[in-house]
């Protein structure tokens, strides 16, 4: 089992920056791959940014150069810098984590950009 516990959602403005993290409740090293998602209304999820126990990142192409993905293994912590936010990176975001082949989420917090 693992638990997740996201924070650092808010309101800002087009070009502005935001900081999401993940807790986990257990040593991130042992989960297979670790990411965001997220999701606008009358959308469906869609991946926002991955990164494996081997430190590999992927992105979607929508956030490529803008979005960065990091962890903290200290304190089991995954991140998402956001810069250049877009109105069109409006919704709840979701960490993901993929663990004995099953799929584990957080409760989701609200980025909203206005234009």
């Known amino acids: 089992q693992v638990q997740l516990v996201e924070s650092g959602g808010g309101l800002v403005q087009a070009g502005g920056s935001l900081r999401l993290s993940c807790a986990a409740s257990r040593n991130i090293f042992t989960i297979n791959v670790m990411g965001w998602y997220r999701q606008a209304p009358g959308k469906q999820r869609e991946l926002v940014a991955t990164?494996?126990?081997?430190?590999?990142?992927n992105y979607a192409d929508s956030v490529k150069d803008r979005f960065t993905i990091s962890r903290d293994i200290v304190k089991n912590t995954v991140y998402l810098q956001m810069n250049s936010l877009k109105p069109e990176d409006t919704g709840v975001y979701y960490c993901n984590a993929q663990h004995n082949a099953q799929d584990f989420w957080g409760q989701g917090t609200q980025v909203t950009v206005s234009s």
């Open positions: 990164i494996t126990k081997r430190g590999i990142t």
